[in-house]
């Protein structure tokens, strides 16, 4: 299904193969034999296509649909149309992630170094990574084994690059420690020099910014945001958060484990974000805040005190969310009383 | 006027080509022979220049105005003072716009490929295409006749990129096919992996992307913007939409044409705005909403439902225009109530 | 304490040498001939290191601190613990930003341009000024002594950036004039079209834009921001102005001196920001407004109306801050009323 000018598909597997790389149960009496050669969705699936059910919107869809296979939950097996194999589990979506990633294997490095990269001598690369056309890579920077750095890209002087991180093209990083198994998306500029000056009346002067961006194993940073490095402590990213595109990370911040940032939203200087929080698309969070662990900030929220530990908030200034659709339901009154009056 | 370190001025023309160039009458029994050299404000031109009235505010600069012949509507055009040539026409703008075309042309291609360029031998470039310094072009990509690629930019594997489209410097295009006519801005970002993972208690597994971008054919995307491609289905930029800077376009969204996205918006996954769709700097939109044709969500707005076609919304959440501007009477007469409270 | 790998420390200083490079007075009875070695914070710093005390919350931490020497004011120097030298100042922050410049100044440049740069042979580099690697530089630009452009930016043709200005990696210049001593941050995009075109029934036609950015000097441009160039007039950056990350400035807007645009703020074309205006996060100024000298913007406003000099507003649509405040107050009172009233 997917434009082979852009990915390259594996497979075919059995059915059984997919059972065992999902953790699901096939269903139903079908064949573990059967082959299976790529993922579709449900509407646009063949004979030899799997595909996953994971709404219950999509039941219609699923009722009819042409799929060889399909990922699904136990309760809803029985309504397989005939033809269709079912592979039970308890969470289509992980297992559907699961399968996809067999069929569609990130592409393996060219490894090596293209001839146009800048390398400065005194820094280390290590064994399979990819260097590509145009990287500028600076004095003392240590670059992991098994990395794609894309082309185009700029690491500064001293930057460390755990093993099997992906640095997309044109990414400027300088100032950081970068962990393992990183995405780093296309045009991110991690470690400059953060907004730190004087706000006095004898003119602005900068104050000198002497800590790092430290971004531990497994994050995802997504395409032209920016981290700035820490005044003295480190600007800290926590394993396993995925930011989106166009995000802004204050100098100073710390995000704890597993954190999501929604495009667009910005975390204001020594902010510090406690394991899993969520914040949504255009979210803001003011400076020397703490947001606890498991807080969930909606979209375009402006927060500007504590959360507490699980706390929904949204609005601006920020309020518990239940808070919220109530103001949001007495506007919608006013409103309308008003809308009579006017009549 | 325009400065020449970056602008090359063409003509001069005279007042009946420059007529003929943006469909105006010549009013006023002016000399169609007349020579105009170059466009410029009303109040900086002089004999030799064309300027344009298109906002009545401006009524008093155009009676005093020196300059030698002015795009005007047929009302005000008695109103010219003595010595200018009235251009008549129905839309001064646009006619503005056709005749500054003609002195400030898009400068010509500088036709071949820099020698520091790095072009994959599969990749096929059109005709007269302009490959800029230090450009990347993979594996199988397709460069249309007469684009210009700026400096440094980034082409992924199987990229498509139309006739005479203008890719900016800095640029990085992944897993995209990019229409004819198009201006993709400095520092943009466009095929880059959309947000997909799952997100539950075992930990975030990436959901492979499978989809592309399409952009349709004279789209502008403004500088440091981001369009994530599909997770499966396309992301679409419809034919003719104008994006600005910094705009954040999620997977599986579409836009029909002649969208106006302006500076900051956002567009979470798999959102739809039906053609004519105008959104103001840093608005939101939801994710897996319908926006109808014609709508116009202005400035911050933060829609969280479906608008229908033609409706214009405010507000976070937004709601139509109307309710917001009254929600706001409301507000201001609360304030004021307090404040007397408060004396 | 800062990083080797990417800070350089200089020193040691006397404590009489740091007395005269931050204007304090050495307090105590101190030596003033004890060495100094680096800065550090209040509860890192050891014997040989230099600290400030700058804000009351950290009065504890200053009692109790090894801080061999600590920048002070006055009324705190007595509560200095046995063994710190203080340095007595009226303002601590702006006294530590002039030692921590001079224990860690600017790197000096790695003057002459890297072989990979491609420069255009009509261009002008000023002596000392360090071009890097894959930098590209076009046709009649003008690069200034002790410049810095740093790895992969794009200086376009008739570009001027003045004496000692930093250009980050992978920026975008075009169509502009930089001023001295400037800091424009990585993948920063100045000079790119505005979003002018007629929005009518035609179809959109663009508007050449046929302006500049003017960037006085000693103005800071962080990380991926855009400022588009103006569509007749100029774009102008006043004087120290500070500009965070993500920042969208548009064509025609003017900026008078020392203003500070917090991340992701964004204003629309042709407004005017008079002097030392402040705005926060997220905020927003709509197009042809007047900003009023010291006007204060507080983050994620959205500011649709003049505001007057010095006056600080909040909200969207933005109001005088104190009726945003007094407004908010009105929100939680009826919430909770209504809360009651649910029960």
Not at 64 to 92: H, R
Not at 100 to 121: K, T
């Amino acid at each position: 299904m997917a434009d082979p000018r852009f990915f390259a598909v594996a497979g075919p597997f059995s059915l059984k193969e997919l059972a065992e790389i999902c953790g699901a149960e096939i269903g139903g009496g079908a064949d573990p034999a059967m082959t299976v050669a790529d993922v579709a969705p449900l509407d646009r699936a063949g004979p030899t296509q799997v595909s996953f059910l994971d709404n219950k919107r999509y039941i219609e869809q699923f009722r009819v649909s042409a799929a060889g296979a399909c990922i699904v939950e136990a309760k809803y097996a029985k309504q397989a149309p005939a033809g269709m194999a079912p592979l039970i589990t308890s969470n289509p979506h992980r297992a559907y992630a699961l399968v996809a990633q067999a069929f569609y294997p990130a592409p393996a490095r060219r490894s090596g170094r293209h001839p146009s990269a800048v390398v400065d001598p005194s820094a280390r690369i290590g064994e399979g990574a990819e260097i590509g056309p145009g990287v500028v890579i600076g004095a003392g920077a240590e670059i992991g084994a098994d990395c794609r750095i894309g082309a185009n890209a700029a690491i500064g002087d001293g930057v460390v690059v755990g093993d099997a991180t992906e640095i997309g093209a044109n990414v400027t990083l300088s100032h950081c420690l970068v962990g393992k198994d990183c995405q780093i998306h296309a045009g991110v500029c991690i470690g400059n020099r953060g907004f730190g000056f004087t706000l006095d009346p004898e003119g602005y002067l900068d104050v000198p910014q002497l800590g790092r961006v430290i971004i531990e194993d497994g994050v995802e940073v997504g395409a032209n945001s920016t981290i700035d490095r820490g005044s003295g402590p480190d600007t800290v990213i926590g394993a396993g958060s995925k930011i989106d595109n166009l995000v802004q990370i204050g100098h100073n911040v710390t995000l704890g484990r597993s954190c999501v940032l929604v495009g667009q939203s910005g975390i204001a200087g020594s902010a510090k974000l406690e394991d899993h929080v969520l914040m949504g698309g255009q979210a803001g969070v003011a400076g020397h805040l703490t947001i606890g662990a498991g807080a969930r900030i909606s979209g375009q929220a402006g927060v500007v005190r504590d959360v507490p530990p699980g706390l929904a908030v949204a609005g601006a200034p920020a309020m518990p969310i239940k808070e919220f659709f109530r103001l949001s339901a007495i506007w919608r009154r006013q409103v309308k009383a008003r809308g009579k009056g006017d009549e």
